[in-house]
Structures are given as structure tokens and as C-alpha cells.
């Protein structure tokens, strides 16, 4: 009955399941597609079998998307382990991680992309064909554009990657500024952190404690 089953799901295209095996390619070594049923009538024979909830994948999601006019994309849509592999989704990486406590939770943080992406917002803003615009207009642009990469970001677990972008927005103002003023100054000691926010009015991302308190 198994062998029957199988190679009508063969000839029909079955898809790979959550472990990636596609019944091609199982079904292409006689003694791997021996093995594999093996297992199966084991697990039948022993009550221990449990199919897979993901393709139940999936079917739940195409009836609730149809129900509002949507539809799934097939194209972009793939099925994944998430405590086996991360994945990007939405702008966020997402991965399976285990605390210090040992517990296990779902890390989300921006993406390299997202990142990426930031980083050539601000380079637009800040680069040598803009050093005749005001300070004041070019600050503002900067802060509109990292309040709102903040805004869609300020959740999970993304502090560490913030300090990072805040880092680099820092460095990216502070030479920009160097450079409007004609490179007269020390670039480290005549803009320092303070006097980027307090003098120019640079927008502070989120530190550890102010992240805290807005979750």
C-alpha cells in the first residue's frame, strides 16, 4: 500500500516536505527509497508517525487570504524549518535562538538588506555633492529618515544592530560636517557626540534602557 502510495504521489509532482527530500530524489536510489519506506511503515506500525501541520501546509492560509481577495504567492513563498534556518521576512532576519537561560525564542532583528538600505539613505543625504546645502535642512532630512527607519525597526531584539546604525550614522554627519567647514578642525575632538545633538540637533537612536522602556 505504501509503494502504491508513493509512486502515485510521485507521478503526481508531490512536493518536497519540511525536510527538503523530494519524492524524485528519493525514489531515484532504489535502496534510499527502500529505507525511507522502511521508516514510514515503522512509524505507522509503532502509532509514532505525526504528518507535518505546515502543508495543513498552507492550505488554511490560501482559504483566509481567498476569503479577503488575496492570494498567496506561490513564487515567493517557501516552507522552512525556522529552528533549522533563518529567514527574511518583511525586513527583519529571523532566527531560532536559545537564551542564557536555555530558553528558546524567536530572535528578530533588521536584516543585512535593511541595513544596507539605511546605510545608502543616509549616504544620499551626506556626501560631497550636498555640502552646500544648510546644516540645519540637512539635519532634518537625517533625522526624518532615521526616525522612521527606527519607527518600523523599534521592535524584537534589535538593540545591538541600532548601536551599530547609530555608530555609523554618528561617524557618517560628523565627517560630512568636517567637510562643510573645509577639514579646519579636529574631525574627533571639535565634533564630539555631545555637540552633534546638542549644537546641531542630531536625532539620538534608541540606547539599551530607552529601548526597554518603549517595549
Not at 35 to 44: I, V, Y
Not at 58 to 67: I, P, T
Request: with cysteine; net charge positive.
Amino acid at each position: 500500500m505504501l509503494e502504491r502510495a508513493f509512486e502515485t504521489q510521485r507521478q503526481n509532482g508531490g512536493a518536497a516536505g519540511v525536510d527538503g527530500q523530494s519524492l524524485a530524489v528519493i525514489a531515484a536510489d532504489p535502496e534510499r527509497r527502500q529505507q525511507w519506506l522502511a521508516g514510514l511503515r515503522e512509524e505507522l506500525r509503532r502509532k509514532t508517525y505525526r504528518p507535518s501541520p505546515v502543508r495543513r501546509a498552507g492550505a488554511r492560509l490560501k482559504r483566509w487570504l481567498a476569503a479577503k481577495g488575496l492570494t498567496l504567492n506561490e513564487v515567493k513563498t517557501r516552507t522552512v524549518n525556522i529552528r533549522q534556518t533563518g529567514i527574511n521576512f518583511l525586513g527583519f532576519n529571523l532566527t531560532w535562538r536559545r537564551s542564557p537561560r536555555g530558553r528558546g525564542y524567536l530572535h528578530a532583528q533588521p536584516s543585512q538588506k535593511s541595513r544596507g538600505n539605511l546605510r545608502v539613505q543616509l549616504e544620499e543625504v551626506l556626501n560631497h555633492w550636498t555640502l552646500w546645502r544648510p546644516i540645519k535642512e540637512v539635519v532634518r532630512e537625517v533625522n526624518q529618515v532615521l526616525r522612521g527607519w527606527v519607527g518600523y525597526f523599534h521592535f524584537g531584539n534589535s538593540v545591538s544592530v541600532m548601536n551599530r546604525m547609530k555608530h555609523y550614522s554618528q561617524d557618517r554627519l560628523r565627517r560630512w560636517l568636517w567637510r562643510k567647514h573645509g577639514c579646519r578642525h579636529s574631525l574627533w575632538q571639535h565634533y564630539p557626540l555631545a555637540r552633534l545633538h546638542a549644537h546641531y540637533g542630531r536625532y539620538e537612536l534608541p540606547t539599551k534602557a530607552k529601548w526597554k522602556a518603549a517595549r
